[in-house]
RNA sequence: GGCACCAUAGCCAAGAGGUAAGGCAGAGGUCUGCAAAACCUUUAUCUCCAGUUCGAUUCUGGAUGGUGCCUCCA
Protein backbone atom coordinates (compact mmCIF):
# COMPACT_ATOMS: atom_id res chain seq x y z
CA UNK A 1 0.00 0.00 0.00
CA UNK A 2 1.12 3.63 -0.22
CA UNK A 3 1.59 5.87 2.44
CA UNK A 4 1.37 9.40 2.83
CA UNK A 5 4.72 10.33 4.53
CA UNK A 6 5.12 13.01 6.64
CA UNK A 7 8.76 13.23 6.60
CA UNK A 8 8.69 13.50 2.24
CA UNK A 9 5.43 15.48 2.18
CA UNK A 10 4.35 13.06 -0.51
CA UNK A 11 3.09 9.46 -0.72
CA UNK A 12 5.63 5.94 -0.66
CA UNK A 13 4.73 2.59 -1.58
CA UNK A 14 5.16 0.89 2.21
CA UNK A 15 8.02 -1.40 2.79
CA UNK A 16 8.18 -2.61 6.25
CA UNK A 17 12.22 -2.68 7.41
CA UNK A 18 11.07 -6.58 7.88
CA UNK A 19 9.62 -8.45 5.42
CA UNK A 20 6.29 -9.14 6.18
CA UNK A 21 6.14 -7.53 9.20
CA UNK A 22 5.30 -3.57 10.67
CA UNK A 23 6.01 -2.21 13.37
CA UNK A 24 3.78 1.08 14.52
CA UNK A 25 3.90 3.08 17.09
CA UNK A 26 0.87 5.50 17.95
CA UNK A 27 1.09 8.37 20.41
CA UNK A 28 -1.72 7.47 22.96
CA UNK A 29 -3.74 9.27 25.98
CA UNK A 30 -2.37 10.64 28.61
CA UNK A 31 -5.08 9.01 30.91
CA UNK A 32 -6.42 12.45 33.57
CA UNK A 33 -9.86 12.39 31.39
CA UNK A 34 -12.09 10.58 29.63
CA UNK A 35 -11.10 10.87 25.69
CA UNK A 36 -12.95 12.90 23.33
CA UNK A 37 -14.13 12.25 19.67
CA UNK A 38 -11.02 14.17 18.68
CA UNK A 39 -8.72 12.20 20.78
CA UNK A 40 -10.65 9.32 18.81
CA UNK A 41 -9.87 10.22 15.69
CA UNK A 42 -5.72 8.78 16.00
CA UNK A 43 -6.71 5.55 18.20
CA UNK A 44 -9.41 4.45 15.05
CA UNK A 45 -7.53 5.76 12.41
CA UNK A 46 -4.49 3.42 12.64
CA UNK A 47 -6.76 0.90 14.47
CA UNK A 48 -7.53 0.54 11.11
CA UNK A 49 -4.15 1.04 9.40
CA UNK A 50 -3.52 -2.07 11.41
CA UNK A 51 -6.27 -3.91 10.65
CA UNK A 52 -5.67 -3.10 7.24
CA UNK A 53 -2.08 -4.35 7.13
CA UNK A 54 -3.21 -7.37 8.98
CA UNK A 55 -5.99 -7.83 6.10
CA UNK A 56 -3.28 -7.76 3.28
CA UNK A 57 -0.81 -10.86 5.14
CA UNK A 58 1.07 -8.89 7.26
CA UNK A 59 2.44 -9.34 10.89
CA UNK A 60 1.89 -5.88 13.03
CA UNK A 61 3.11 -5.25 16.06
CA UNK A 62 1.31 -2.26 17.40
CA UNK A 63 2.06 -0.05 20.48
CA UNK A 64 -0.27 2.17 21.67
CA UNK A 65 1.37 4.05 24.96
CA UNK A 66 -0.37 5.47 27.88
CA UNK A 67 1.23 8.71 29.22
CA UNK A 68 0.84 8.51 33.06
CA UNK A 69 2.99 11.38 34.44
CA UNK A 70 2.86 14.83 33.63
CA UNK A 71 2.25 18.17 34.92
CA UNK A 72 -1.67 17.24 34.03
CA UNK A 73 -1.76 14.01 35.74
CA UNK A 74 -0.46 15.65 39.18
CA UNK A 75 -2.76 18.96 39.34
CA UNK A 76 -5.79 16.25 38.93
CA UNK A 77 -4.39 13.96 41.00
CA UNK A 78 -3.57 16.36 44.17
CA UNK A 79 -7.32 18.38 43.10
CA UNK A 80 -8.61 14.77 43.81
CA UNK A 81 -6.88 13.55 46.47
CA UNK A 82 -5.91 10.12 45.02
CA UNK A 83 -2.45 9.15 43.83
CA UNK A 84 -1.62 9.55 39.89
CA UNK A 85 -1.25 5.86 39.80
CA UNK A 86 -5.08 5.79 40.95
CA UNK A 87 -6.05 8.12 38.37
CA UNK A 88 -4.04 6.39 35.67
CA UNK A 89 -5.57 3.30 36.99
CA UNK A 90 -8.86 4.44 36.63
CA UNK A 91 -8.63 6.57 33.25
CA UNK A 92 -7.20 3.62 31.65
CA UNK A 93 -9.84 1.57 32.17
CA UNK A 94 -12.33 4.10 31.05
CA UNK A 95 -10.45 4.26 27.74
CA UNK A 96 -11.00 0.52 27.24
CA UNK A 97 -14.50 0.91 28.06
CA UNK A 98 -14.74 3.47 25.34
CA UNK A 99 -12.32 1.91 22.98
CA UNK A 100 -13.52 -1.36 23.37
CA UNK A 101 -17.36 -0.35 22.32
CA UNK A 102 -15.27 1.29 18.87
CA UNK A 103 -13.97 -1.71 17.86
CA UNK A 104 -10.30 -0.78 18.42
CA UNK A 105 -8.45 -3.31 19.05
CA UNK A 106 -6.27 -3.90 21.85
CA UNK A 107 -2.53 -3.08 20.95
CA UNK A 108 0.37 -5.79 21.31
CA UNK A 109 1.01 -3.59 24.31
CA UNK A 110 -0.15 -0.58 25.94
CA UNK A 111 3.22 0.40 27.88
CA UNK A 112 2.71 2.99 30.88
CA UNK A 113 5.65 5.46 30.87
CA UNK A 114 5.90 5.15 34.46
CA UNK A 115 7.19 1.51 33.42
CA UNK A 116 10.25 2.30 30.66
CA UNK A 117 12.07 4.12 33.84
CA UNK A 118 15.20 2.76 32.89
CA UNK A 119 14.88 3.26 29.01
CA UNK A 120 14.05 6.95 30.04
CA UNK A 121 17.32 7.10 32.29
CA UNK A 122 19.64 5.23 29.93
CA UNK A 123 18.43 7.75 26.96
CA UNK A 124 18.99 11.14 28.80
CA UNK A 125 22.23 9.79 30.41
CA UNK A 126 23.54 9.00 26.45
CA UNK A 127 22.09 12.28 25.53
CA UNK A 128 24.23 13.86 28.19
CA UNK A 129 27.72 11.71 27.09
CA UNK A 130 27.09 12.23 23.70
CA UNK A 131 26.85 16.41 24.16
CA UNK A 132 23.14 16.59 23.05
CA UNK A 133 21.89 17.36 26.74
CA UNK A 134 23.03 19.83 29.35
CA UNK A 135 21.92 19.61 33.60
CA UNK A 136 20.84 22.69 34.94
CA UNK A 137 19.31 23.79 38.26
CA UNK A 138 15.91 22.77 37.24
CA UNK A 139 16.61 19.64 35.05
CA UNK A 140 18.72 18.19 32.27
CA UNK A 141 17.88 19.55 28.66
CA UNK A 142 18.12 18.28 24.87
CA UNK A 143 20.68 21.38 23.34
CA UNK A 144 18.85 21.81 20.10
CA UNK A 145 21.94 23.26 18.32
CA UNK A 146 23.87 20.27 18.98
CA UNK A 147 21.62 18.85 16.13
CA UNK A 148 22.30 19.41 12.63
CA UNK A 149 18.98 19.04 11.20
CA UNK A 150 16.46 19.62 14.05
CA UNK A 151 13.76 20.36 12.64
CA UNK A 152 13.59 18.15 9.62
CA UNK A 153 10.32 16.74 10.05
CA UNK A 154 8.17 20.03 10.44
CA UNK A 155 10.54 21.85 7.86
CA UNK A 156 11.77 24.43 10.58
CA UNK A 157 14.87 25.25 11.33
CA UNK A 158 15.90 26.90 14.81
CA UNK A 159 16.51 30.72 13.02
CA UNK A 160 12.72 30.72 11.93
CA UNK A 161 11.38 29.29 15.45
CA UNK A 162 13.70 32.08 17.06
CA UNK A 163 12.17 34.84 15.17
CA UNK A 164 8.93 33.95 15.03
CA UNK A 165 8.27 32.36 18.32
CA UNK A 166 10.36 34.85 19.66
CA UNK A 167 7.56 36.87 21.96
CA UNK A 168 5.51 33.68 22.97
CA UNK A 169 8.00 31.69 24.05
CA UNK A 170 8.41 32.25 27.37
CA UNK A 171 12.31 32.54 27.30
CA UNK A 172 13.82 30.29 30.66
CA UNK A 173 17.01 31.55 32.00
CA UNK A 174 18.48 28.51 32.30
CA UNK A 175 18.00 27.22 28.95
CA UNK A 176 20.76 27.93 25.90
CA UNK A 177 18.11 27.97 23.65
CA UNK A 178 14.31 28.66 24.26
CA UNK A 179 13.66 25.41 22.07
CA UNK A 180 15.53 23.36 23.77
CA UNK A 181 13.06 21.22 25.92
CA UNK A 182 13.13 19.24 28.95
CA UNK A 183 14.14 15.77 29.48
CA UNK A 184 14.44 15.12 33.22
CA UNK A 185 12.56 17.16 35.70
CA UNK A 186 14.45 17.74 39.10
CA UNK A 187 11.87 16.80 41.39
CA UNK A 188 9.67 19.92 43.16
CA UNK A 189 7.50 19.72 46.13
CA UNK A 190 4.93 17.86 46.01
CA UNK A 191 5.56 15.86 43.34
CA UNK A 192 5.97 12.07 42.52
CA UNK A 193 9.50 11.11 41.77
CA UNK A 194 12.28 8.27 40.77
CA UNK A 195 15.61 8.04 41.21
CA UNK A 196 18.38 8.75 38.88
CA UNK A 197 21.87 10.16 38.30
CA UNK A 198 20.12 14.06 38.10
CA UNK A 199 18.66 12.81 41.79
CA UNK A 200 15.27 12.62 42.30
CA UNK A 201 12.87 13.61 39.35
CA UNK A 202 10.45 12.83 36.45
CA UNK A 203 10.57 12.24 32.85
CA UNK A 204 9.99 14.88 30.26
CA UNK A 205 7.23 14.33 28.48
CA UNK A 206 8.59 13.95 25.01
CA UNK A 207 11.56 11.27 26.33
CA UNK A 208 8.70 8.87 27.28
CA UNK A 209 7.74 7.87 23.58
CA UNK A 210 11.26 7.84 22.61
CA UNK A 211 11.85 5.04 25.62
CA UNK A 212 8.53 3.06 25.12
CA UNK A 213 9.47 2.73 21.26
CA UNK A 214 13.01 1.69 21.91
CA UNK A 215 11.90 -1.06 25.12
CA UNK A 216 9.22 -1.89 22.69
CA UNK A 217 9.92 -1.92 19.07
CA UNK A 218 13.69 -1.35 19.42
CA UNK A 219 15.58 1.89 17.50
CA UNK A 220 14.00 1.61 14.13
CA UNK A 221 10.60 1.66 13.54
CA UNK A 222 8.35 1.40 10.37
CA UNK A 223 5.18 3.80 11.25
CA UNK A 224 5.06 6.31 14.23
CA UNK A 225 1.06 7.85 13.89
CA UNK A 226 -0.69 10.81 15.66
CA UNK A 227 -2.45 13.73 15.15
CA UNK A 228 -1.05 16.39 13.38
CA UNK A 229 -0.46 18.67 16.39
CA UNK A 230 2.09 16.82 17.41
CA UNK A 231 4.22 17.47 14.14
CA UNK A 232 6.34 19.87 16.29
CA UNK A 233 6.90 19.86 18.74
CA UNK A 234 6.93 16.33 20.22
CA UNK A 235 7.46 14.55 16.99
CA UNK A 236 10.57 16.31 16.28
CA UNK A 237 11.84 16.02 19.55
CA UNK A 238 11.45 13.10 19.55
CA UNK A 239 13.58 12.46 16.39
CA UNK A 240 16.38 14.51 18.01
CA UNK A 241 16.09 12.33 21.28
CA UNK A 242 16.03 8.93 19.81
CA UNK A 243 18.63 9.40 16.61
CA UNK A 244 21.08 11.60 18.45
CA UNK A 245 21.09 8.52 21.17
CA UNK A 246 20.42 5.54 19.21
CA UNK A 247 22.53 6.92 16.41
CA UNK A 248 20.40 5.31 13.94
CA UNK A 249 17.53 6.06 11.63
CA UNK A 250 14.08 6.35 13.63
CA UNK A 251 11.00 5.81 12.39
CA UNK A 252 10.48 5.12 8.72
CA UNK A 253 6.51 6.42 7.63
CA UNK A 254 5.51 9.43 10.08
CA UNK A 255 1.63 9.41 9.32
CA UNK A 256 -0.86 12.13 10.81
CA UNK A 257 -4.15 12.22 10.96
CA UNK A 258 -6.78 15.61 11.00
CA UNK A 259 -8.53 16.95 13.70
CA UNK A 260 -12.42 16.96 14.10
CA UNK A 261 -13.63 20.25 14.02
CA UNK A 262 -16.33 22.25 15.62
CA UNK A 263 -17.61 25.28 13.51
CA UNK A 264 -14.56 25.36 11.95
CA UNK A 265 -12.47 25.03 15.26
CA UNK A 266 -10.27 22.01 16.42
CA UNK A 267 -12.34 20.12 18.94
CA UNK A 268 -9.91 20.75 21.88
CA UNK A 269 -9.95 20.01 25.73
CA UNK A 270 -8.34 23.37 26.75
CA UNK A 271 -10.84 25.39 24.79
CA UNK A 272 -13.69 23.33 26.01
CA UNK A 273 -15.42 22.95 22.79
CA UNK A 274 -15.57 19.16 23.19
CA UNK A 275 -17.51 16.24 23.15
CA UNK A 276 -16.62 13.18 24.64
CA UNK A 277 -16.92 9.84 23.32
CA UNK A 278 -18.68 8.46 26.44
CA UNK A 279 -21.48 11.37 26.14
CA UNK A 280 -21.92 10.94 22.36
CA UNK A 281 -22.84 7.38 22.94
CA UNK A 282 -25.59 8.00 25.26
CA UNK A 283 -27.35 9.30 21.76
CA UNK A 284 -25.27 7.40 18.92
CA UNK A 285 -24.05 3.54 18.59
CA UNK A 286 -20.44 3.64 19.16
CA UNK A 287 -20.18 2.38 15.59
CA UNK A 288 -21.89 5.18 14.10
CA UNK A 289 -19.25 7.12 15.80
CA UNK A 290 -16.37 5.19 14.15
CA UNK A 291 -18.26 5.38 10.81
CA UNK A 292 -18.79 8.87 10.63
CA UNK A 293 -14.72 9.13 11.75
CA UNK A 294 -13.95 6.75 8.43
CA UNK A 295 -16.56 8.73 6.04
CA UNK A 296 -13.69 11.03 5.23
CA UNK A 297 -9.97 10.53 4.44
CA UNK A 298 -8.11 10.10 7.94
CA UNK A 299 -5.74 13.50 6.94
CA UNK A 300 -8.62 16.03 6.45
CA UNK A 301 -10.43 17.78 8.62
CA UNK A 302 -13.60 16.78 9.47
CA UNK A 303 -16.60 19.03 10.64
CA UNK A 304 -18.76 17.60 13.46
CA UNK A 305 -22.64 18.66 14.23
CA UNK A 306 -25.19 16.55 15.35
CA UNK A 307 -26.75 17.03 11.52
CA UNK A 308 -23.90 15.13 10.35
CA UNK A 309 -23.95 12.81 12.53
CA UNK A 310 -27.85 11.79 12.32
CA UNK A 311 -26.58 11.97 8.58
CA UNK A 312 -24.04 9.45 9.40
CA UNK A 313 -26.55 7.25 11.68
CA UNK A 314 -28.74 6.92 8.95
CA UNK A 315 -26.18 6.06 6.16
CA UNK A 316 -24.59 3.12 8.76
CA UNK A 317 -28.57 2.01 8.99
CA UNK A 318 -28.70 1.31 5.10
CA UNK A 319 -26.00 -1.02 5.59
CA UNK A 320 -27.37 -2.87 8.81
CA UNK A 321 -30.14 -3.35 7.07
CA UNK A 322 -28.48 -4.87 4.06
CA UNK A 323 -26.61 -7.05 6.22
CA UNK A 324 -29.87 -7.85 7.94
CA UNK A 325 -32.35 -8.19 5.27
CA UNK A 326 -29.68 -10.83 3.33
CA UNK A 327 -29.69 -13.10 6.04
CA UNK A 328 -33.13 -13.14 6.17
CA UNK A 329 -33.98 -13.83 3.03
CA UNK A 330 -31.17 -16.63 2.98
CA UNK A 331 -32.98 -18.58 5.53
CA UNK A 332 -35.57 -19.54 2.84
CA UNK A 333 -33.85 -19.03 -0.59
CA UNK A 334 -33.19 -22.37 -2.39
CA UNK A 335 -30.08 -24.02 -3.09
CA UNK A 336 -29.72 -23.37 -6.49
CA UNK A 337 -30.59 -20.09 -8.61
CA UNK A 338 -34.09 -21.00 -8.96
CA UNK A 339 -35.23 -19.24 -13.18
CA UNK A 340 -33.03 -17.49 -15.59
CA UNK A 341 -34.04 -14.43 -13.62
CA UNK A 342 -32.60 -15.79 -10.59
CA UNK A 343 -29.63 -17.36 -12.08
CA UNK A 344 -28.86 -14.24 -14.08
CA UNK A 345 -29.12 -11.84 -10.68
CA UNK A 346 -26.75 -14.61 -9.03
CA UNK A 347 -23.95 -14.08 -11.77
CA UNK A 348 -24.42 -9.88 -11.48
CA UNK A 349 -23.98 -10.21 -7.92
CA UNK A 350 -20.78 -12.21 -8.34
CA UNK A 351 -19.06 -10.15 -10.89
CA UNK A 352 -20.38 -7.25 -8.28
CA UNK A 353 -18.72 -8.72 -5.82
CA UNK A 354 -15.42 -9.03 -7.20
CA UNK A 355 -15.24 -5.92 -8.48
CA UNK A 356 -15.97 -3.82 -5.61
CA UNK A 357 -13.94 -6.39 -3.53
CA UNK A 358 -11.02 -4.66 -5.77
CA UNK A 359 -12.49 -1.40 -5.28
CA UNK A 360 -12.30 -1.47 -1.71
CA UNK A 361 -8.72 -2.60 -1.64
CA UNK A 362 -7.48 -0.09 -4.33
CA UNK A 363 -8.79 2.56 -1.86
CA UNK A 364 -6.92 1.10 1.23
CA UNK A 365 -4.08 0.49 -0.88
CA UNK A 366 -3.89 4.24 -1.68
CA UNK A 367 -3.24 5.80 1.96
CA UNK A 368 -6.25 4.34 3.71
CA UNK A 369 -8.63 6.04 1.66
CA UNK A 370 -11.73 5.04 3.80
CA UNK A 371 -14.10 7.20 2.35
CA UNK A 372 -13.64 5.46 -1.06
CA UNK A 373 -13.55 2.20 0.37
CA UNK A 374 -16.87 2.93 2.09
CA UNK A 375 -18.09 3.98 -1.18
CA UNK A 376 -17.28 0.74 -2.46
CA UNK A 377 -19.14 -0.96 0.43
CA UNK A 378 -21.97 1.04 -0.27
CA UNK A 379 -22.06 -0.08 -4.36
CA UNK A 380 -22.05 -3.46 -2.90
CA UNK A 381 -25.09 -2.68 -1.07
CA UNK A 382 -26.80 -1.54 -3.55
CA UNK A 383 -25.56 -4.69 -5.66
CA UNK A 384 -26.83 -7.03 -2.78
CA UNK A 385 -29.81 -5.05 -2.33
CA UNK A 386 -30.88 -5.77 -6.08
CA UNK A 387 -30.34 -9.22 -6.34
CA UNK A 388 -31.80 -10.29 -3.18
CA UNK A 389 -35.07 -8.39 -5.16
CA UNK A 390 -35.17 -10.88 -7.48
CA UNK A 391 -37.24 -14.10 -5.92
CA UNK A 392 -35.58 -17.24 -6.62
CA UNK A 393 -31.69 -16.14 -5.89
CA UNK A 394 -29.87 -19.06 -4.18
CA UNK A 395 -28.84 -19.02 -0.85
CA UNK A 396 -25.01 -19.52 -1.61
CA UNK A 397 -24.99 -16.41 -3.58
CA UNK A 398 -27.10 -14.14 -0.70
CA UNK A 399 -24.67 -15.79 2.02
CA UNK A 400 -21.38 -15.58 0.04
CA UNK A 401 -22.47 -11.46 -0.54
CA UNK A 402 -22.94 -11.22 3.01
CA UNK A 403 -19.76 -13.02 4.20
CA UNK A 404 -18.07 -10.34 2.25
CA UNK A 405 -19.56 -7.21 3.33
CA UNK A 406 -18.73 -8.20 6.95
CA UNK A 407 -14.97 -9.48 5.72
CA UNK A 408 -14.63 -5.88 4.27
CA UNK A 409 -16.72 -4.25 7.18
CA UNK A 410 -14.71 -6.16 9.42
CA UNK A 411 -11.53 -4.64 8.38
CA UNK A 412 -12.71 -0.64 8.83
CA UNK A 413 -13.80 -2.47 12.30
CA UNK A 414 -17.12 -1.75 11.09
CA UNK A 415 -18.44 -5.27 11.73
CA UNK A 416 -20.40 -6.22 15.20
CA UNK A 417 -21.55 -9.89 15.99
CA UNK A 418 -24.76 -9.22 17.31
CA UNK A 419 -26.86 -11.60 18.57
CA UNK A 420 -30.86 -10.97 19.34
CA UNK A 421 -32.77 -13.70 20.02
CA UNK A 422 -36.31 -13.15 19.16
CA UNK A 423 -38.22 -13.73 22.60
CA UNK A 424 -41.01 -15.83 22.76
CA UNK A 425 -43.94 -13.52 23.49
CA UNK A 426 -42.48 -11.38 20.99
CA UNK A 427 -42.74 -14.63 18.52
CA UNK A 428 -46.40 -15.10 19.45
CA UNK A 429 -47.31 -11.79 18.84
CA UNK A 430 -45.65 -11.71 15.46
CA UNK A 431 -47.37 -15.06 14.40
CA UNK A 432 -50.98 -13.29 15.77
CA UNK A 433 -50.58 -10.89 13.36
CA UNK A 434 -49.67 -12.77 10.61
CA UNK A 435 -52.89 -14.67 11.15
CA UNK A 436 -54.55 -11.13 11.51
CA UNK A 437 -53.48 -9.91 8.12
CA UNK A 438 -54.07 -13.13 6.55
CA UNK A 439 -57.95 -13.12 7.66
CA UNK A 440 -57.69 -9.63 6.45
CA UNK A 441 -58.53 -8.05 10.36
CA UNK A 442 -55.92 -5.22 9.50
CA UNK A 443 -57.09 -3.00 12.46
CA UNK A 444 -56.06 -6.24 14.91
CA UNK A 445 -52.75 -6.68 12.74
CA UNK A 446 -51.68 -2.93 13.12
CA UNK A 447 -52.41 -3.29 16.64
CA UNK A 448 -50.61 -6.31 17.43
CA UNK A 449 -47.60 -4.42 15.74
CA UNK A 450 -47.65 -1.77 17.75
CA UNK A 451 -47.66 -3.79 20.84
CA UNK A 452 -44.61 -5.82 19.09
CA UNK A 453 -43.28 -2.35 18.91
CA UNK A 454 -43.82 -1.49 22.69
CA UNK A 455 -41.90 -4.36 23.44
CA UNK A 456 -38.69 -2.76 21.83
CA UNK A 457 -39.13 -5.25 18.44
CA UNK A 458 -39.79 -4.06 14.63
CA UNK A 459 -41.92 -6.44 12.55
CA UNK A 460 -41.73 -5.47 8.72
CA UNK A 461 -43.65 -7.96 5.86
CA UNK A 462 -41.57 -9.37 3.41
CA UNK A 463 -42.33 -11.14 0.26
CA UNK A 464 -40.43 -14.04 2.40
CA UNK A 465 -42.94 -13.11 5.63
CA UNK A 466 -42.56 -11.03 8.50
CA UNK A 467 -39.22 -9.86 9.65
CA UNK A 468 -38.69 -9.06 13.11
CA UNK A 469 -35.75 -7.42 14.55
CA UNK A 470 -34.67 -5.23 17.70
CA UNK A 471 -35.69 -1.86 17.17
C1' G B 1 5.97 37.27 11.52
C1' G B 2 7.50 32.01 10.10
C1' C B 3 5.94 26.97 8.48
C1' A B 4 2.13 23.84 6.66
C1' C B 5 -2.68 22.30 5.02
C1' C B 6 -7.52 23.02 2.75
C1' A B 7 -11.36 25.30 -1.01
C1' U B 8 -15.90 19.90 -5.40
C1' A B 9 -23.76 19.90 -5.59
C1' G B 10 -28.73 21.85 -0.18
C1' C B 11 -25.22 19.11 3.40
C1' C B 12 -21.01 15.53 3.87
C1' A B 13 -17.23 13.57 0.82
C1' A B 14 -13.82 10.76 -3.00
C1' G B 15 -11.39 11.69 -7.46
C1' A B 16 -8.07 11.07 -12.47
C1' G B 17 -4.67 15.60 -17.43
C1' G B 18 -9.67 14.18 -21.49
C1' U B 19 -15.79 17.06 -19.77
C1' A B 20 -17.13 14.62 -12.01
C1' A B 21 -17.60 8.03 -7.06
C1' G B 22 -20.42 7.28 -2.81
C1' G B 23 -23.56 8.82 1.44
C1' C B 24 -27.37 12.11 3.74
C1' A B 25 -31.41 15.27 2.58
C1' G B 26 -35.15 16.60 -1.50
C1' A B 27 -38.46 15.39 -5.87
C1' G B 28 -40.98 11.70 -8.99
C1' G B 29 -41.98 6.51 -9.72
C1' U B 30 -42.28 0.84 -8.64
C1' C B 31 -43.60 -2.58 -4.78
C1' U B 32 -47.06 -2.73 -0.27
C1' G B 33 -53.87 -3.50 3.12
C1' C B 34 -50.94 0.27 5.70
C1' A B 35 -46.03 1.01 7.22
C1' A B 36 -40.87 0.13 6.83
C1' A B 37 -37.07 -1.39 3.80
C1' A B 38 -35.55 -1.91 -1.05
C1' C B 39 -35.21 -0.76 -6.28
C1' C B 40 -35.49 2.86 -10.59
C1' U B 41 -35.23 8.07 -12.25
C1' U B 42 -33.62 13.00 -10.97
C1' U B 43 -30.11 17.46 -8.67
C1' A B 44 -22.48 20.31 -10.00
C1' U B 45 -18.84 22.65 -15.54
C1' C B 46 -15.28 21.53 -9.25
C1' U B 47 -13.52 29.86 -5.11
C1' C B 48 -11.29 33.60 -8.65
C1' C B 49 -7.33 35.26 -12.25
C1' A B 50 -3.29 34.11 -15.32
C1' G B 51 0.08 30.29 -17.44
C1' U B 52 1.55 25.23 -19.48
C1' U B 53 -1.33 21.83 -22.82
C1' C B 54 -4.81 19.75 -28.51
C1' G B 55 -7.45 19.61 -23.74
C1' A B 56 -7.29 21.31 -16.43
C1' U B 57 -11.69 20.90 -11.80
C1' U B 58 -7.03 17.76 -11.74
C1' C B 59 -0.13 20.68 -13.17
C1' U B 60 2.45 25.85 -12.31
C1' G B 61 2.16 30.96 -10.48
C1' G B 62 -0.82 34.55 -8.16
C1' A B 63 -5.27 36.31 -5.53
C1' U B 64 -9.20 35.56 -2.05
C1' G B 65 -11.24 32.82 1.92
C1' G B 66 -10.72 29.10 5.93
C1' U B 67 -7.88 26.03 9.38
C1' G B 68 -3.72 24.14 12.00
C1' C B 69 1.30 24.37 14.15
C1' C B 70 5.13 27.74 16.17
C1' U B 71 2.66 27.14 24.13
C1' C B 72 -0.33 21.65 26.89
C1' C B 73 -2.95 19.47 22.86
C1' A B 74 -5.07 13.70 18.84
Redesign the pocket.
Same mark, same amino acid.
Given at each position: MRIYNTKT?SKEEFVPLEAGHAKIYV????VYNY?????A??FITYDTLRRYLEYTGMTVTYVQNF?DI???MINKANDEGITIRELADRYIEAYFHDADRLNIRRATIHPRATESMDTIIWLVKTLEEKGYAYETGGGVYFDVAKMDDYGKL???NLE??A???SD +?? %?SNEEKKN??D?ALWKKKKPGEPSWPSPWGEGRPG?HIECSAMIKQHLGDTIDIHG??? %??????HENEIAQSECANAKPFVRYWM????? /?ID???????TGN?FLVRDLAQNYDYMVLRFFML???Y?????F?A??L???E??W? +?IQ??LD?LEFIAQAAPAKPDGEEALAAAQQLGKAMAQFKQAFID?MD??L /?T??A??A???L??A???A??VAGLDRETILAARKLLIELLDVLGLYQEKSDEIPEDVMKLVND?TAA?KA?D??R??NL +?DQITDKGY??????QGP?VSKA
Open positions: RCGPTFHLGNRPTDDKSRRELFGA +RV %DSFFWGGQ %DLVFPHHNGFI /NQEKMSKSFSGHRMPINSELSAANGE +RTCNADD /NADLAIFEVRSNSAARKRFEAD +RAVVDTPK
